[in-house]
């Protein structure tokens, strides 16, 4: 069998993990400030690693792509050091804050532009605007097979085989190449990078491809903004916590029954 | 056309609360448009559903059945979506966000070329132009967003528990069947095996007593059953969830994870423990009416939504506590 070209698509986001207090609401610009590290978004990380295990049963090369007005090659670099083969940024002014329909767009035009590819892999939703729709807009646009929330892949024969989830289990489907899969956390984590290979790829590879909308034959114009008419702070979820304190981890045991017991 | 359509969905042979809980917002959005309510229903043999649907009063119920529309194989409902759209052309286009509304959703409104909005807590019609204002909590949670797009069917899936369910009308709508046309060939994805497993059902806990990396290994899940199985003895339905990272290191299955990408829960005690309070978990278990932290970082997010907090290592705790609640 040919070895597989797999697209990843991976969004680069404020760490989702950012303590609340790190996180704050400007309603006049319309905009959530997250005082915290970019990271991968933690789906599309998962389907960085379903990509890297077909990769290692069956060779091939995995592209990772990412969308955004400014994306930042020292964070997406992980998913080199990670193991795939080779990142490209699409970055514009025109790619700022751009609804799901477009951001698939922008996305099928630069794999139209790759041209060759397998399977497609996205996160099954992002970390920041969990809107869990851009995979699915993609496999459409581009008029392939798409399968979503798959807990384990594997290619047999041209051919992808999806364990997707359901609210009952799972069910077992298969899909001919080309296809797209958008992936969920069952899969697993990404594999552990040492940080002597992140610094290494850090300070090592050459420049990374950065692709405009021009590159991509993407008419601004035809790019469309989340329309938002309004941005608020959600209601305060916070409580007053009572600290259960006592000099050993028994008298704090004994505290903490008790409380059992009061709320039977 | 200023008709709200909403697609309906069965479970176990009758309409689920899901559904209700549309008709009850659609039928508030028909009237701010000065529309009708109409609800959709697909399947093999959708009729008594379709029945059912009729009793809590929308003008119209579309009954569409076709034996390739027996289970959920997505290509077809999207194909029979589309031609039932073409005819009905509604106005507003409803689904709840769950299994079927979150993998039809966003493939329906490409092929109708219209924008959706996912997830939304609340929706309303702008006064001005009629469009749909869907809001929807965003950053996990961290803020809430009003989306407006134009367009039509203005679409949106809807988040569960969010609603009242509609209570039955007093008029029985009219059932209207419309025939779809199918073939077995307009399906690229080939469903291999349905698998049914015994999930745990963590809406249903009255108490749930939560896992996270804090754990440290799949093994600390051995000492939450311990806690499980002595809180089972003074309470009732007390189910084990965790967090995102343990699913994702593989320590459980995802059926007990809580949180946004999991189940929203709101039992009457959630412990946590070794779960620093990811925004995401958060949001799916800041309903819970008591809850309870077990933390070693005494700084972390879960403390500041928790009623009652032990700063220290759960190896320490938990074996003690079983003790202690065996002596109650």
């Not at chain 1, 969990?130 to 392939?144: A, F, H, M, P, R």
């Not at chain 2, 972390?300 to 009652?308: L, P, S």
Request: proline share 4%; charged share 25%; aromatic share 4%.
């Amino acid at each position: 069998m040919k070895e597989m070209r797999i697209i990843v698509c991976a969004k680069q986001i404020p760490d989702p993990e950012a303590p609340l207090s790190d996180v704050r609401v400007d309603a006049a610009n319309k905009e959530v400030i997250v005082d915290a590290p970019q990271v991968i978004s933690p789906f599309d990380e998962n389907a960085l690693e379903a990509a890297l295990r077909i990769t290692e049963d069956l060779g091939g090369t995995i592209t990772v792509l990412s969308l955004g007005k400014k994306v930042s090659d020292t964070v997406l670099r992980k998913a080199l050091a990670a193991g795939a083969d080779e990142l490209i940024l699409l970055q514009d002014d025109a790619f700022d804050k751009l609804d799901s329909y477009s951001v698939a767009q922008a996305l099928a035009d630069a794999i139209r532009k790759i041209g060759d590819y397998d399977l497609i892999l996205t996160g099954r939703q992002a970390g920041d605007w969990d809107s869990g729709q851009v995979g699915l807009l993609l496999g459409e646009i581009l008029g392939i097979p798409s399968v979503s929330l798959a807990r384990e892949i594997s290619v047999e024969d041209g051919s992808v085989v999806v364990k997707k989830s359901t609210p009952e289990g799972y069910e077992r489907v298969k899909a001919a190449l080309p296809a797209l899969v958008t992936v969920s956390n069952e899969v697993g984590e990404l594999r552990y990078i040492s940080r002597t290979r992140m610094l290494k790829m850090l300070k090592g590879a050459g420049s990374i491809p950065s692709w405009g909308a021009q590159d991509l034959g993407t008419a601004p114009d035809a790019l469309k903004k989340m329309s938002i008419v309004e941005l608020s702070s959600p209601p305060d979820m916070r409580r007053d916590c009572q600290f259960l304190e006592g000099a050993t981890p028994d008298e704090v045991a004994g505290k903490l029954a008790a409380v059992f017991k009061s709320l039977q | 056309m200023d008709d709200v359509l909403i697609l309906g969905d069965m479970k176990e042979g009758s309409l689920d609360t899901r559904t209700l809980e549309l008709v009850g917002v659609g039928r508030r959005l028909a009237k701010e448009r000065g529309g009708d309510l109409c609800v959709l229903i697909l399947g093999d043999a959708p009729g008594g559903g379709a029945a059912e649907a009729a009793s809590y009063g929308p003008a119209k119920v579309y009954s569409v059945a076709h034996p390739l529309l027996k289970g959920f194989q997505p290509e077809f409902w999207l194909k029979a979506l589309e031609q039932v759209c073409a005819q009905v052309k509604p106005g507003v286009f409803l689904m709840s966000h769950s299994y079927k509304g979150m993998e039809l959703g966003p493939r329906l409104a490409c092929r109708l070329g219209a924008r959706l909005t996912t997830d939304c807590i609340d929706l309303a019609v702008d006064p001005q132009d009629g469009l749909l204002l869907r809001t929807k909590p965003v950053s996990g949670g961290n803020a809430i967003s009003v989306f407006k797009c134009p367009g039509e069917p203005q679409m949106a899936t809807v988040r569960g528990k969010v609603f009242e369910p509609a209570a039955a009308g007093e008029a029985k709508g009219e059932i209207v069947e419309i025939a779809v046309e199918l073939d077995a060939s307009m399906a690229r994805v080939a469903s291999l095996e349905v698998v049914k497993e015994e999930v745990v059902a963590l809406d249903k806990a009255d108490v749930v007593v939560a896992g996270g990396a804090g754990l440290g290994e799949e093994d600390g899940f051995e000492a939450l059953e311990d806690l499980r199985k002595a809180l089972s003895k003074s309470f009732g339905n007390v189910m084990i969830g965790c967090s995102r990272v343990a699913v994702d290191k593989g320590w459980i299955s995802s059926d007990h994870q809580v949180g946004l990408t999991g189940t929203m829960i709101s039992p009457d005690i959630y412990v946590a423990v070794g779960i620093s309070g990811a925004i995401q978990h958060l949001v799916g278990m800041v309903h819970s009416k008591k809850i309870i932290a077990i933390n070693t970082d005494a700084g972390c997010n879960m403390f500041k939504v928790a009623d009652y907090g032990v700063v220290e290592d759960f190896e320490k705790i938990i074996p003690a506590l079983v003790e202690k609640l065996e002596e109650l």
